[in-house]
């Protein structure tokens, strides 16, 4: 159960710099920049961590709105875990409140998971938070799905979004924007279920 007195954390992983921006690792950071703009808020570098960072609320106006931190680690995503773990540590933000949003090969493009704790399937940016974290965080793992024929992973990653795919991002991005949104709002469960596909 999340503890309305303390903020949440939603890492959007990806890896800094320009030529990375359009890359379908880069998921993340295009979610992260869609909730900060729904805040009215602009990504500033942290002095307490490695990382952009927006502070804003998430929910209905009033008491019933959270807190949220949004953050770009400013590392590449293999180093994801020190940036999040210096600004849980420094915002004292519980574990069960921290929601990273990544690319996920096993789904998909344009599907969207979302769930608490488990394995890091190969994800390095994931490898590098349950190493600092613990596992017990939240994850929206938005589908971009395998690489073609035999093409490696790593180069499909680090490729930007087909055409065809490029044409669907923009709905794809808010929708994942919204799913954070309800997770910060109305609980794991019920966010699962409007957008689990």
Same mark, same amino acid.
């Not at 490695?50 to 927006?54: K, R």
């Not at 938070?129 to 974290?133: C, E, R, W």
């Not at 979004?161 to 490029?166: D, G, L, N, P």
């Not at 669907?168 to 929708?175: G, I, K, N």
């Given at each position: 159960?999340?503890?309305?007195t303390?903020?949440?954390? /939603?890492?959007? @992983?990806g890896?800094?710099g320009?030529?990375y921006?359009?890359?379908?690792?880069n998921?993340? %950071?295009m979610?992260?920049?869609?909730?900060a703009?729904?805040?009215g808020?602009?990504?500033?570098?942290?002095?307490?961590a490695?990382?952009?960072? /927006?502070e804003?609320?998430?929910?209905?106006?009033?008491?019933?709105?959270r807190?949220?931190?949004?953050?770009k680690?400013?590392?590449?995503?293999? #180093?994801?875990?020190?940036?999040?773990? +210096?600004?849980k540590?420094f915002?004292? *933000?519980?574990?069960?409140?921290?929601?990273?949003?990544?690319?996920? @090969?096993?789904?998909? %493009?344009? +599907?969207?998971? @979302?769930?608490?704790?488990?394995?890091d399937n190969?994800?390095?940016? @994931?490898?590098s938070?349950?190493?600092?974290?613990g596992?017990?965080?939240?994850?929206?793992?938005?589908?971009?799905?395998?690489?073609?024929?035999r093409?490696? *992973?790593?180069? %499909?990653?680090?490729?930007?979004?087909?055409?065809?795919?490029?044409k669907? #991002?923009?709905?794809? /991005?808010?929708?994942a +924007?919204?799913?954070?949104?309800?997770?910060v709002?109305?609980?794991?469960?019920? +966010?699962?279920?409007?957008?689990?596909?």
């Open positions: 159960m999340s503890d309305s303390q903020p949440w954390l /939603v890492a959007g @992983l890896n800094p320009p030529e921006a359009g890359n379908r690792h998921i993340g %950071f979610v992260a920049d869609l909730l703009r729904r805040m808020g602009t990504f500033k570098r942290s002095g307490k490695q990382a952009q960072v /927006v804003g609320r998430i929910g209905p106006p009033g008491p019933a709105s807190r949220v931190i949004l953050a680690p400013g590392s590449f995503m293999n #180093l994801s875990g020190g940036p999040v773990t +210096a600004l540590v915002y004292k *933000v519980p574990t069960e409140q921290i929601i990273a949003v990544h690319d996920e @090969l096993d789904l998909p %493009f344009a +599907a969207l998971r @979302l769930k608490l704790g488990g394995g190969g994800h390095n940016g @994931l490898k938070l349950t190493k600092s974290l596992a017990n965080y939240l994850r929206v793992r938005a589908g971009i799905g395998r690489p073609p024929g093409m490696d *992973v790593a180069a %499909f990653v680090l490729k930007d979004f087909s055409a065809a795919e490029r669907e #991002l923009d709905w794809f /991005v808010d929708r +924007a919204d799913a954070v949104e309800a997770l709002a109305e609980g794991l469960e019920r +966010a699962q279920n409007t957008y689990n596909d």
